[in-house]
């Protein structure tokens, strides 16, 4: 058995269900609009541990 065929075959199958996922269940506005602050405010934090690790 080639497990990197297995792996590919695996990584397609989950992208090809998170599509579908998306186009049959569409997010409603105001859970975009929390999703969109809450990765704002990870993305705020990644950037502060970055910054601190650098100096």
């Not at 058995?1 to 998170?18: D, E, Y």
Request: hydrophobic share 45%.
């Amino acid at each position: 058995m080639s497990t990197g065929g297995f792996v590919k075959g695996l990584v397609a199958g989950a992208a090809i269900g998170a599509v579908m996922g998306v186009i049959f269940d569409p997010v409603k506005e105001r859970d975009r609009k929390y999703m969109k602050k809450r990765v704002g405010r990870m993305m705020k934090n990644a950037g502060s541990i970055i910054d601190t690790l650098h100096m």
